[in-house]
């Protein structure tokens, strides 16, 4: 009887705190850009906490309409067609974020290459379909990112290769949750997660608690791998789960290694932690890419940001700075 008192205050505490505190949290997931986005927030106001969910969702949308390569009126498909015959005048944020993908080339001796495109766009993944090795060989000179010529002067782009396409697919959705956070920030908001497929990014804490970010096990989507708590940082995951197909026992899967135009083999899953979303959404499909040893010697020498591999055999690598 002691015991069941007991319980009952603490409940009517409980109550009367969340009461007194005027705020709630705020919850969405809505389908857009090929994925799921999930959005989590307090506020104070109901009226606030709906405007600001929705206004994540529109930006979403608006980086869709943007970059889509599957839109044929985004300023993105727009680029693919015209680039390769001209220089094309694009937006600033356009110019801004492949100026930022090409920089990552460099960082990553060209394992993130926007260029992968120029191939990967005869994989249909849910179709399983796949080009045949001539049609690889005949395209794998337009991937480079050293055919993609910038002009500041003009904010304008040229292809110089007349193969080359373009795809954001490995960056686009890290910029979105980042240009999210700081809506979110410019309208008040202190305790915010926003995730679009496998990039993360949180606001604040989860009140007094860490968020708690899930790393899915690449073969059983109903069980985490790791599971981190976290604050005021970011989160992405690449994985060989995400779009594939499997065909005489071999997975096909997007993410690509410039050099070969097939799949990367060596891992099943890369995280990369750091304050930037974009950053991290680059960095993990490059360490997808480049594989366990170069994957970490490129984190290990990267201030900010971390890595957790899952390798081929399922074992799990962390970069110096996790183990320290
Ligand atoms: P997702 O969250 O969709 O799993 P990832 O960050 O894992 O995204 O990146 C995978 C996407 O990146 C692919 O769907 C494709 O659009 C793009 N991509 C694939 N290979 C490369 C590469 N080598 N360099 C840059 N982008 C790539
Ligand atoms: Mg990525």
């Known amino acids: 009887m002691k015991k069941l008192f007991g319980l009952s205050c603490l409940l009517f505490i409980f109550a009367f705190y969340s009461a007194s505190s005027f705020g709630q949290w705020f919850e969405s997931t809505q389908g857009i850009m090929g994925t799921n986005i999930h959005v989590e927030l307090w506020s104070d106001s109901a009226a606030m906490g709906e405007a600001a969910t929705e206004a994540v969702m529109d930006e979403m949308r608006r980086i869709d309409s943007l970059m889509s390569p599957y839109k044929p009126s985004s300023e993105l498909s727009k680029l693919n067609a015209e680039a390769s015959l001209g220089p094309v005048v694009v937006s600033e944020e356009l110019y801004d974020l492949i100026s930022l993908a090409i920089e990552l080339s460099q960082e990553t001796q060209g394992a993130f290459d926007i260029t992968f495109a120029s191939v990967g766009f005869l994989y249909d ?32 782009i040229f292809f110089a290769h007349k193969n080359v396409k373009i795809d954001l697919g490995g960056i686009a959705k890290g910029h979105a949750v ?52 976290l604050a005021d940082i970011a989160l992405s995951t690449s994985g060989d789960y995400e779009r594939y197909f499997e065909e005489d026992g071999k997975r096909y899967h997007h993410i690509l290694s410039p050099k070969t135009g097939k799949s990367a083999f060596e891992v099943q899953s890369v995280s990369i932690i750091g304050p930037s979303s974009t950053l991290n959404d680059g960095l993990s499909t490059a360490v997808f890419v480049l594989g366990v040893q170069k994957g970490m010697d490129l984190l290990n020498r990267t201030p900010g940001y971390d890595g957790i591999i899952l390798d081929n055999a399922r074992k799990l690598h962390y970069s110096n700075a996790l183990i320290e």
């Open 125 to 156: 993944y849910r179709e399983n379909q796949k080009p045949e090795q001539e049609n690889i060989d005949e395209l794998l000179p337009a991937i480079d990112f050293r055919h993609i010529k910038l002009s500041e002067a003009t904010h304008s």
């Open 178 to 229: 980042d240009n999210s956070i700081h809506i979110l920030q410019q309208m008040g908001i202190k305790y915010a997660l926003v995730t679009a497929g496998g990039d993360t990014r949180l606001l604040g804490n989860r009140l007094d608690k860490p968020w708690m970010v899930g790393i899915r096990d690449p073969r059983n989507k109903n069980k985490q791998a790791v599971v981190l708590p």
